[in-house]
């Protein structure tokens, strides 16, 4: 059964004269564990949108989207951030860190937010961090760290509390060429070895080298 599943999904938005306006026109698509998806599309296409609402941040309008297993219910917004919390891991080409807290405070407060605290948290953190190569870095504010080692922190707190989903917005967008694959090639490996669905949006032709499946996106519709 699949990890994450949308089915003829859409999305309306309300512009300012009241005109409603369809950003996803039915798109579908569904993941399983242990696999890497990417999806590409021009600016416009409704990939973010889609993200979103794969996400748990916004609800379709219509379809039907299943996250391990819970059916997305519209009409019940305030069950999205325990989905989130429990299901799903974000990564974002911005990193996103609090930059006053180090590494392993970064990583931890994620933990945090998701029920874990104290030592536990900690160690879990740690060993997070150790799985993306960062032992040496822990104590390190986000600016003491380079783009790479900033964007592994923003993964390893994606993965940290072990959810089957991980949502990549452009992770390689602010890294250079070979930072970046190298980035992508220790994603993919962590996803495979942990069993999780690794869906990344991106205009990155590096990522169609390590995607188990290439999908695209074009006037709000998802084809592969």
């Known amino acids: 059964m699949s990890v994450l599943l949308a089915e003829d999904v859409i999305k309306e938005f309300r512009e300012g004269r009241g005109e409603t306006v369809a950003v996803l026109k039915g798109a579908s698509l569904s993941l399983e564990r242990g696999e890497v998806v990417a999806l590409e599309g021009p600016s416009g296409s409704g990939k973010t949108t889609l993200l979103s609402i794969l996400g748990c941040i916004l609800t379709p309008s219509g379809g039907r989207v299943v996250v391990d297993g819970e059916t997305v219910d519209p009409r019940r917004p305030g069950r999205l951030p325990d989905i989130r919390k429990r299901s799903i ?3 974002f080409q911005q990193f996103n860190l609090f930059p006053a807290l180090t590494a392993l405070e970064n990583v931890e407060y994620a933990l945090n937010v998701k029920g874990r605290k104290g030592r536990d948290a900690r160690e879990e953190a740690r060993r997070t961090l150790e799985s993306v190569g960062l032992a040496d870095r822990l104590g390190f504010l986000p600016r003491d760290l380079s783009g790479g080692q900033k964007q592994r922190v923003a993964i390893a707190r994606a993965l940290a509390g072990g959810p089957p989903i991980v949502l990549a917005d452009e992770p390689t967008a602010n890294l250079d ?6 980035v992508l090639e220790m994603f993919r490996d962590l996803a495979k070895r942990e069993n999780r ?6 205009h990155d032709p590096k990522v169609r080298a390590i995607a188990d499946r290439v999908l695209q996106i074009h006037d709000g519709r998802v084809a592969a």
């Open 89 to 91: 891991g974000f990564v």
């Open 197 to 202: 669905a690794l869906l990344i949006v991106t």
């Open 177 to 182: 060429s070979q930072v970046g694959a190298q």
